[in-house]
């Protein structure tokens, strides 16, 4: 186990509607990625959090858009759910420019 | 364009023999790459990495090749195991922001 902790295990929400993903991140860490990962493809990255501040960020929209808090943690927002939305959502922490370890994710479904 | 890329989706192999996973990526730039194993219902975990200053490196029960001639990484495991059976993904470290780029993944499946 990586100590990467997400919430919840399992969403469903339905279109239109507004979503909050959470991540505690390993201790040590004070890097978080996120990324969405469809069903029998490989992750893929929506954008990092760094000392609180968007680090990058990968082609999603700006209804995708996040936190970092002072204890690192992070959250994912994600307004106007659309069905293509449905996947699961990967949190990975590191310490900057070291190896990223991903928690568990949350399998969201969109009706 | 950027991409990370697997030569085969699927993998079967008897237990015990050696498996060779291989990955082939097109952004000669890149600083580093990762190798994650994802078991069902799970995150990807972190197996082994190799930076771009490294041809070869080894862990337990696996080895990682880089040949930046031809842009080519693979993985090896020794002496393969019924708790191998996964999705391999290979993963491109680009740097700034650390963004990884996946593959679409190998999956291992073991015979017994």
């Known amino acids: 186990e990586t100590g990467v902790t997400q919430s919840p295990t399992h969403l469903i929400k339905t279109r239109g509607q507004q979503v909050t993903l959470r991540c505690s991140s390993q201790?040590?860490?004070?890097?978080v990625s996120w990324y969405q990962q469809a069903l029998g493809q490989g992750p893929q990255f929506i954008f990092q959090?760094?000392?609180?501040?968007?680090?990058g960020r990968g082609n999603f929209p700006p209804r995708f858009s996040g936190l970092q808090f002072p204890n690192y943690s992070s959250e994912l927002n994600v307004n106007a759910l659309e069905l293509d939305d449905s996947a699961l959502y990967l949190c990975?922490?590191?310490?900057?420019?070291?190896?990223?370890?991903f928690g568990p994710g949350t399998r969201l479904t969109v009706l | 364009g950027e991409s990370v890329g697997l030569h085969l989706p699927t993998l079967s192999v008897q237990e015990g023999d050696n498996s060779i996973i291989n990955c082939a990526y097109s952004?000669?730039?890149?600083?580093?790459f990762i190798w994650y194993k994802q078991e069902s219902g799970k995150g990807p975990q972190f197996i082994i990495d190799?930076?771009?200053?490294?041809d070869k490196r080894q862990g337990q029960r696996v080895t990682v090749l880089l040949n930046k001639t031809v842009k080519h990484l693979s993985l090896q495991i020794a002496a393969t195991q019924p708790g191998d059976s996964a999705v391999y993904f290979c993963?491109?470290?680009?740097?700034?922001?650390?963004?990884?780029?996946f593959g679409q993944g190998t999956r291992l499946t073991i015979n017994p």
């Open positions: 990975a922490s590191s310490s900057v420019l070291d190896t990223q370890y």
């Open positions: 952004n000669s730039a890149s600083d580093y």
């Open positions: 201790s040590g860490h004070n890097t």
């Open positions: 959090y760094y000392r609180e501040e968007e680090n």
């Open positions: 190799i930076r771009s200053n490294m």
């Open positions: 993963a491109e470290n680009k740097g700034e922001a650390q963004k990884l780029v």
